[in-house]
């Protein structure tokens, strides 16, 4: 497993090295304009292709986008079926360009619920470019904290049940190996779209630390420029880890 950096280092971190990302306001960004809610998924996919580049050319190494919450499967059922579509189709699409850029795939999220040639599909992208050394595009499918927290409980408890684990020796890093995000880093830097202040149900484990920044610009609206400028944002921030400035600012000598 892949250790984590120390606090040393996140704090004096320039670029993060683990961006997430709650991509919204595609409903509002088509309803705005009269159009289709779908309409802003499309567009979406654009911007999804777009930051993955950005991300990759900052020196990211990984990003994780939230593109399907188990809370979207109660959509209306067009609505559904077009977001799955259009994720796999764009995920197809995507491979060449993602191998010849390096980019790996990485799925996390109850996949089972997905329908299974969906499924298949995209676990053959995951599987052809689990190669790459470059970026690393982690894509929330069906994903949710609260589904990826019980889970890791039950994973647990049975490990518990077994005698493979003793609850004694549970500490944060034994519950971070039950975790769909196992071996990676947590996120450095968690940006929303679409203006409202909340974290949806995402990585709530992960982001115990991580800087937020919120703007209003709708997803699809979210530029090259807007993703520098969140980069910039997260460079002027101190991150303390529950230390005092002063502690951060001597330690970073
Ligand atoms: C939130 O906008 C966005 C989603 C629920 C889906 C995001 C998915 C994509 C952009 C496609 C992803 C594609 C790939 C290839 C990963 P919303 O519909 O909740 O917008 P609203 O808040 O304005 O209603």
Redesign the pocket.
Known sequence: MESRASHKTEASLSVPRHVAII???????AQARGLE?SA??VR??D??RLITECASEAGVEYLT?Y??STE?WNRPQAEVDT?MH??VM??ERETPDLIKNNVRLKVIGDTERMPAEARERLMRCVDETSHDTGLTLV?ALSYSARWELTRAMRLMGSDVESGKLDPEGITDATVEKYLATTGMPDPDLLIRT?GDMRVSNFLLWQIAYSEIYVTQK??PDFSKDDFMDALADFKRRQRRFGLTGEQVSSSDK
């Open positions: 991509m919204d306001g595609n409903g509002r960004w809610r802003g998924h979406g996919v911007t999804v986008l593109a399907f979207n977001l259009l994720i764009a995920i894509l679409g709708y997803w």
